[in-house]
């Protein structure tokens, strides 16, 4: 009887491992963040006091970033010692973490109700997590002093994208839009000697590739964000700025016929087999492989696809000279201006207990001549007025120019909804792509998730 | 000669005064295990009450847990299409794995197993795979599997004889079947080990006795061998079970449950809503239910395998 047992607790233990395996990262947070109320209020009262500290106080400022490069690790490094230099009360402690890293460490430190004073952030859904839950800065007021001296320095959609209600929480340094980036070789060989301006246009430039016996497009639709793209600037051309504001809202809806448009010219899209083979599964890294390596003829992406179409290249060259940048074509019709942009870029939000200095640290962070510092070495596209001064690339500077030209700034759908939202629209994507799902049910889904988590 | 007058005390205690000397046993061995007691309370028993808390709430795992809404999740999650998915995956993983990636670990163990020239060479290549990193494995995997026939190894292959390249890991129909061979690739050296073990406890006389008797090979592996090793057989069936219910590293990196769900285990279904979603109440309620099914299975498998246990096994 008692070896019975003894098998049955031993049992119900290695089952109760495969439980915790899965059970235990959601234990972090317990009794911290019960008090934690009491302490913004006290933080803040010094904030809204006066914006001149005494200069006798010490004060730390922990700030996180994820560039890993060493030359834009050095730029930012330089930032802090001359700021520490000139206000030697102040010591600036920096955490350079990778990318991935950061983000699991950051979920860790907010939920356990201690976020640093200034880290990455990408603004959007996560970001407005983060702000609903009290765990960041509101620095609106710091915007708007001396008439609205900081506020006006920066380009009003890219500080929209670190604002909630109307209330920031953090500061962009970096804006970058989604675009084409193309094999000018290739498109030669295919005979088409304009980039296409119009949707039409790029159905045809598609069937002419395929026609020379050329891949038109590289998709890595295994990572699924890169498919919301295509989803996300037809929507945006076809929806307006209006479309997915309403939507976002909860006065609009997903379902509405704008976006099941959308949908269905991906379909038509889709249609032309314009992919590499096997793109459903592919991620990320395939597809700039397969455009750094010259065997697709293009793909729609963000700024910094030629940085990692070099990185991935057989040479380590890219494609260097051979490659171009056309925007993102006009849908004749629709609701959106042909000039709207989508992407995003970088940003620091401001932790709930932050000090006046770590604010006043930020704004030493986005002056111009620190702007100009980060073009210089290609990591940003400057987000401050004067900044574009340290841009060189011709295609970063070509595509500051046309998100300059942009009227509205769409934030990525899956950034700029709250995660599980944007999390649905990515799996329903792939499903439209994979033909799992029909337009009207990819919209559905999105719908529901909405309705569900926007309040 | 000082510990000589000790003996008669120990003799006299024992048939005597049972109690406390009992009681002295269970003191010491309660402090023995109390340092692993706590550590497993702490960190085990305590966060499974608290994923059952949680899997009652929406919450996303900021702050407090405010928004309470019972079992609702339980049941979203039973009428969720996905989960039904991740569910049948779970099960066709193990079917496989029972059928195909044991018996062909069982063939091997038997010919590495028996004096086999270059046997401890086979022995040591067929373990490789099982020594590496999941994420190594799933890595290399990805290589081998890529579309592109200037990259993937086994797309490179079929071109080479003539054949059309296949997408393994982008079409829906294949990526579980690509996935499993990475798996069995992964596994198949430990239960390999495992069965080697269990060969070695069978004495070569009953072996030796059948064939005397006039036995083939036959014969001889089916009606000795394999009975023999019905022990070895229902460890490697327990943890193969309790493998594929829980498998997620080598999908999540592979397929990440794509494309649409194809490969969605119960795992990779919970992490994406835990952390990709921050819907961490219905992710602890995907917890639960995946805990249920362990638990379940290792009842079934208690009540199946008791009494044979006892009654076999030669190894006493």
């Known amino acids: ?455 | 000669m000082q510990s000589l007058p000790a003996i008669p005390n120990i003799l006299k205690l024992k048939p005597g005064t049972g109690m406390p000397r009992r009681f002295q046993d269970n003191l010491m061995i309660f402090l023995f295990l109390l340092p692993a007691i706590v550590l497993f309370l702490l960190f085990v028993v305590y966060p499974i009450f608290q994923s059952i808390y949680y899997s009652m709430f929406n919450w996303k795992g900021f702050g407090p847990a405010v928004d309470f809404v019972g079992l609702n999740n339980f049941k979203n999650i039973l009428s969720d299409r996905v989960f039904m998915i991740a569910l049948r995956n779970g099960f066709l993983i193990i079917g496989l794995s029972l059928f195909v990636q044991l018996p062909l670990s069982l063939m091997l163990a038997v010919l590495v197993g028996r004096d086999l020239p270059g046997r401890v060479f086979f022995r040591t290549i067929f373990f490789l795979p099982y020594v590496l990193s999941e994420v190594i494995a799933a890595l290399m995997w990805l290589f081998i599997l890529n579309p592109d026939p200037d990259r993937g190894f086994i797309n490179a292959v079929i071109v080479l004889f003539g054949g059309t390249p296949q997408a393994w890991l982008g079409n829906t129909n294949l990526v579980l079947i690509s996935i499993f061979a990475a798996l069995t690739w992964k596994y198949f050296g430990y239960h390999m080990l495992l069965f080697m073990t269990g060969l070695q406890n069978i004495p070569s006389e009953i072996e030796e006795a059948g064939r005397v008797d006039g036995a083939n090979a036959f014969q001889n592996f089916f009606f000795i061998t394999l009975p023999l090793l019905a022990s070895t057989i229902r460890t490697s069936v327990y943890i193969s079970v309790l493998g594929s219910l829980q498998q997620f590293i080598l999908v999540w990196i592979m397929s990440k449950g794509g494309p649409v769900n194809a490969s969605e285990t119960m795992a990779t279904y919970m992490y994406r809503f835990g952390f990709v979603r921050f819907q961490l109440g219905y992710g602890s309620a995907v917890a639960i239910y995946m805990f249920l099914l362990c638990l379940i299975f290792s009842l079934i498998y208690l009540h199946f395998t008791r009494k044979p246990d006892y009654l076999s096994g030669l190894e006493g």
């Open chain 1, 1 to 455: 009887m008692s070896r019975k047992l003894y098998t049955l607790f031993s049992l119900i233990l290695v089952a109760a491992f495969a439980l915790a395996a899965c059970g235990s990262p959601t234990a972090a947070p317990s009794a911290p963040s019960a008090d934690q109320p009491a302490q913004p209020a006290a933080t803040q009262a010094p904030a809204s006091g006066g914006d001149a500290p005494a200069p006798e106080n010490k004060v730390t400022v922990t700030w996180w970033h994820i560039s890993t490069a060493e030359d834009h690790k050095a730029v930012w490094q330089k930032l802090a010692d001359e700021y520490m230099a000139a206000h030697p009360n102040v010591t600036i402690e920096i955490s350079v973490l990778e990318n991935e890293a950061f983000k699991t460490k950051l979920t860790t430190v907010m939920q356990s109700g201690n976020p640093p004073d200034i880290f990455q952030s990408w603004g959007g859904g996560v970001m407005n997590e983060y702000a609903k839950a009290g765990l960041l800065k509101d620095i609106t007021a710091d915007l708007d002093a001396d008439g609205g001296a900081w506020r006006n320095t920066f380009s009003p959609g890219a500080l929209g994208v670190y604002a909630l209600d109307g209330k920031n929480y953090g500061v962009p340094w970096d804006m970058g839009m989604v675009g084409f980036w193309y094999n000018k070789e290739l498109f030669a060989q295919a005979g088409i000697t304009t980039p296409p301006a119009t949707w039409d246009e790029l159905l045809d430039a598609v069937k002419a590739l395929k026609a020379a016996g050329i891949t038109p497009i590289a998709l890595g639709e295994g990572d699924k964000w890169p498919g919301h793209f295509w989803f996300g600037y037809l929507a945006t051309r076809i929806c307006g700025a209006e479309g997915f504001q309403k939507a976002a809202a909860r006065t609009g809806s997903f379902t509405d016929p704008c976006f099941v448009e959308a949908a269905n010219k991906l379909l038509e899209l889709n249609a032309l087999e314009p992919f590499q083979e096997g793109y459903l599964g592919a991620t990320y890294g395939d597809q700039a492989t397969a455009v750094g390596n010259g065997k697709a003829a293009m793909e729609l992406m963000g700024q910094w696809a030629p940085a990692v179409q070099k990185d991935n290249s057989e040479d380590k060259q890219g494609l260097g000279d051979k490659l171009g940048f056309f925007a993102f074509p006009a849908v004749p019709g629709g609701a959106g201006d042909p000039n709207d942009a989508f992407g995003g870029g970088n940003g620091f939000a401001v932790g709930k207990n932050a000090s006046p200095e770590a604010v006043d640290f930020l704004k030493y962070l986005t002056r111009a001549e620190s702007q100009v510092q980060l073009a210089e070495i290609n990591v940003a596209i400057p987000v401050v007025k004067g900044g574009e001064a340290g841009l060189a690339d011709p295609l970063m500077i070509t595509l500051q120019q046309t998100l300059s030209k942009a009227q509205y700034f769409q934030l990525y759908y899956d950034q700029a909804l709250p995660p599980a939202v944007g999390s649905v629209v990515n799996d329903s994507i792939q499903g439209v792509f994979a033909g799992t799902l029909t337009p009207e049910q990819a919209m559905q889904a999105i719908e529901d998730s909405a309705a569900q988590e926007i309040k």
